[in-house]
């Protein structure tokens, strides 16, 4: 695969930084709600894997459709889940 020409390299970089928020913002939500995976995954209509893998950051690309899902399960909205200070103290 190779490294990308420097041109998609700032694409990627960015792509990576949203994911690290998402993970995390994905994690603490659930963690405060007093939920497991498998309660994300059955309330997000997911499978329990996918809860997973986007919360240590192994997804580098998620479907909109289920970061939907992943927000109503965690009772928040897209951008609250998007948001990079929505733990910040």
Known sequence: MGIPPPEQQEKFDIQW??????SRNCRLTRKKLRITQMDLAFSADIEPYQVSRLETDKYYCVAHQTLCLVARGLNLTISELCDPDLFSD
């Open 17 to 22: 930084q949203s994911m690290r928020v998402i």
